[in-house]
């Protein structure tokens, strides 16, 4: 159906980003998608996850239906929800032509329009982050309202480029220099909505603000101030740390084109039985809740990944997307959530849940981890799972550390007595997990961190490497 064209009256950028643009914030994988209200019932959403709630929630408030879905680039985070919006809203899906994508949407190259009816969006070829990364341009006429700019220009920064191979980081870097140029040739005052922000493993390094103004931008993002292209490079390169596994899989099924949802799946109550003929089919158990229930007592050989707002990193960091899983709930756990996390990162095979109460009733084996109040670390052998850059800021002398993304491949580099620690204790808790599924039994969790040992005892933490 045609609608009629329709201008948003704007007077300055960021007065249409107060009425008109929503952004719907992922803190878990510190992303932002966008839903603009086209003023007239219909609506643009931009890098859409396939968790839909917050959008559909927002349109929902707002009488809106979503006439167009843009994806900057494939994701390799979450699963594009572009492909729910077209089937449950007839969305037109807009998305670059060089990203070969196997299902219908309207491929865009540089330069390429779309009529929004009043406003339109531009596409503009910003490789870099990925290949075929376009960002798009927002116009009222000829006037730049903002740019999404995806995994391109963020605030503070630029989006890594290493996602597609170590191989190509340096040639992607360069890419990304030129096309982080020809951002900044944009007018000052235009708005900038970038996808990726702070806590995104995609972000190098992640900053604290969400959106800015190419201005702003210009004035104050390090790597635009670079003096060349060599400078942009090896700053850029050099701020990469680690990321999860499953990034390495995500792009190409969002080039594939993740399965449309019926529905929510459930995650129906199991019995122990059920379970242990789960475990026998090589299912996994993952227990979500909070770390001092999973230290008081677990199903031997169960993973801690405490339902939280990064549950979905540490899922798909450490678990393959092919396990059925099984999980251990707390009384009161919101299921939803955890149904959703999964699912937005490609994790399917979603078999049900158990409380431990039910495990032991019907006799099931439970294991245990200490939990070690900083004032009596002692000399047990200290473990530190923390990503590099927080090792760099700061770590307990002598300690020993391993990213615990790294640490499956590594157990057996963990003392047979250690006491584990990260900042607060939830990943402290999926470590120790991990070494006791390893055969280490003799394995103890800091409560709190590295800051709180010092204070307690009164001793520099020892910077660097």
């Not at 900044?184 to 190098?204: K, N, R």
Request: contains cysteine; hydrophobic residues 40%; proline residues 5%.
């Amino acid at each position: 159906m045609d609608h009629p064209a329709r201008t948003v009256a704007v007077e300055d950028p960021m007065g249409f980003a107060d009425d008109h643009l929503i952004p719907l914030v992922d803190t878990g994988l510190g992303n932002s998608a966008y839903l603009v209200d086209l003023g007239d019932g219909r609506a643009l959403a931009v890098d859409a996850s396939r968790d839909l709630r917050a959008l559909r929630a927002e349109a929902g408030r707002r009488g809106l239906t979503v006439a167009f879905a843009a994806d900057t680039h494939l994701h390799a985070d979450f699963l594009t929800g572009a492909l729910q919006l077209a089937a449950d809203d007839g969305a037109k899906v807009l998305a670059s032509a060089a990203g070969r994508r196997a299902f219908e949407h309207r491929a865009l190259s540089d330069g390429d329009e779309v009529d929004l009816g009043g406003l339109t969006l531009r596409a503009l070829a910003t490789p870099g982050h990925t290949d075929e990364h376009l960002s798009f341009l927002l116009l009222d006429g000829a006037r730049e309202l903002g740019v999404f700019t995806g995994g391109s220009l963020i605030v503070g920064s630029a989006a890594r480029t290493d996602l597609l191979g170590a191989a190509r980081a340096e040639e992607l870097a360069r890419a990304q220099y030129r096309s982080l140029r020809r951002l900044a040739e944009l007018p000052d005052v235009t708005a900038v909505w970038p996808t990726h922000g702070a806590g995104s493993f995609c972000s190098a390094p992640p900053g604290a603000e969400r959106t800015s103004t190419i201005g702003a931008q210009r004035r104050a993002n390090a790597l635009l101030a670079a003096p060349d292209e060599d400078g942009f490079v090896r700053d850029l390169l050099g701020s990469l740390g680690s990321y999860p596994a499953y990034f390495d899989r995500l792009a190409e099924v969002n080039r594939q084109g993740p399965a449309v949802l019926g529905a929510a799946p459930a995650l129906p109550a199991l019995s122990p039985t059920e379970v242990r003929r789960l475990l026998r089919q090589g299912a996994q158990i993952v227990d979500v809740r909070r770390v001092r229930d999973f230290a008081a007592g677990h199903i031997p050989g169960a993973l801690s990944v405490h339902l939280r707002d990064q549950f979905a990193t540490w899922l798909g960091w450490l678990l393959p997307d092919d396990s059925p899983l099984v999980f251990v709930t707390a009384p009161g756990q919101d299921l939803a959530e955890l149904t959703w996390q999964a699912l937005k990162i490609g994790y399917e095979r979603l078999c049900g849940h158990l409380t431990m109460d039910a495990w032991t009733a019907d006799g099931g084996a439970q294991e245990t981890v200490d939990l070690v109040p900083a004032d009596r670390v002692g000399e047990r052998p200290v473990l530190d799972v923390r990503q590099r850059s927080e090792w760099d800021s700061g770590h307990i002398p002598g300690a020993v550390g391993i990213e615990l993304g790294d640490l499956e491949g590594r157990t057996q580099e963990a003392p047979s007595s250690v006491l584990v620690h990260c900042a607060y204790g939830e990943r402290a808790m999926t470590a120790a997990s991990l070494l006791q599924r390893t055969g280490h039994h003799d394995v103890a969790v800091l409560k709190g961190g590295p800051d709180d040992w010092a204070q307690v005892t009164g001793r520099r933490l020892q910077e660097g490497a």
